[in-house]
């Protein structure tokens, strides 16, 4: 009984373990159909994170799916095919055979004898080399070249655009003139330069010099995209908490802001690896690419042009390989997109 006569009702306390779990809130700019009819209803929403909703939308995108299938049987082929076929048939990329009568080009599938046979699948070129030896080596070539060149343009375009999104003012107005005066130039001209500024000697030394030439001029978009990303959270309550503590300027940048601008970095790392290898090729067309006796799809592609009317499968199975490469870095690099942004889920 209270101060006025009344009787108060005993509050009766609920067990702990009997209390209804809270539904977890997302922000409805994350939400998506299932989350809001979970809500509704009821249920539970179990957490999850950016990554692995992402990796679920992009297992859902089957044109992505089957071009990731592929890279990895194309990338997997061309790492390990060259030493099957040289413990199997002896051929390899730069083998020409000691019998004269065999130094000239075959048809696919057929022997000198000009009956059927396993052991060219790609047939041969004007030397009597195997197609198919040539063309998985030339996939090592072209694949090392594509990802250590993105990896040089992905180091020197973040930094760059970080740096340039973080500080601001007039810094960045003069780091971004910079990239505008590099964009007006034809990327081929300053590849040649920097192949002319720096002689090789060897053939390690020639394509180290190749990563570097095609990685430096590779960076521009990458620095604009890194940089909007900056500059769209630098005044976000994570960087503004993480400078009242005292974090130094470089730790903000390298730790607190480049890892969430990851997303698109890695899309874009993924559309570049198709552009430097389209970038390669043409080199290789110029005689500015992989020199002999190395090869690559370029190269190759190259000199199937020579004989394109006599021999055409020496231009249309590398041309071929390269092109379902080309196709399926794209459409992986699309599907990525569409997983890694929020705002392109579908409801």
Known sequence: MNGNGNH?????ETPLESRPEP???????????????????????????????????????????????????LTLASLIGPAIIK??????????????????????????????????????????????ARVLSGGQISLMVALIATLVSLVIGVSYGAVAGYLG?????????????????????????????????????????????LGAVSWLTMARIVRGQVMSLKNQDFVLAARAIGVSTPKIIFRHLVPNALGPVIVYATLTIPTVMLSEAFLSFLGLGVRPPRVSWGSLAFEGTQSLGVYPWQLIFPGLVMA??????????????DALDPQMRKQ
């Open 8 to 12: 108060q009702k005993p509050v009766e």
């Open 23 to 73: 539904v977890l809130s997302i922000p409805p700019e994350f939400a998506v159909a299932e989350d809001v009819h979970a809500v509704v209803t009821g249920e539970l929403v179990a957490g999850s994170s950016l990554w692995r909703d992402a990796w679920h939308r992009l297992l859902r995108n089957k044109l992505a799916v089957f071009s990731m299938a592929v890279v990895l049987v």
């Open 87 to 132: 413990r199997s048939t002896g051929y390899a990329y730069d083998v020409i055979p000691k019998d004269i009568r065999l130094n000239k080009s075959f048809a696919p599938f057929r022997s000198p004898e000009g009956k059927f046979s396993w052991t060219h699948p790609m047939g041969t070129d004007n030397a009597g080399r195997d197609i198919l």
């Open 169 to 213: 003012g007039r810094l960045d107005d003069l780091m971004m003139r910079i990239v505008d005066v590099l964009y007006s130039l034809p990327y081929v001209i300053i590849v040649i330069v920097l192949l002319a500024l720096l002689p090789a000697q060897t053939p390690a030394g020639q394509l180290a010099q190749l990563f570097f030439a």
């Open 324 to 337: 379902l490469m080309l196709f399926s870095l794209n459409f992986l690099g699309d599907g990525l997109r």
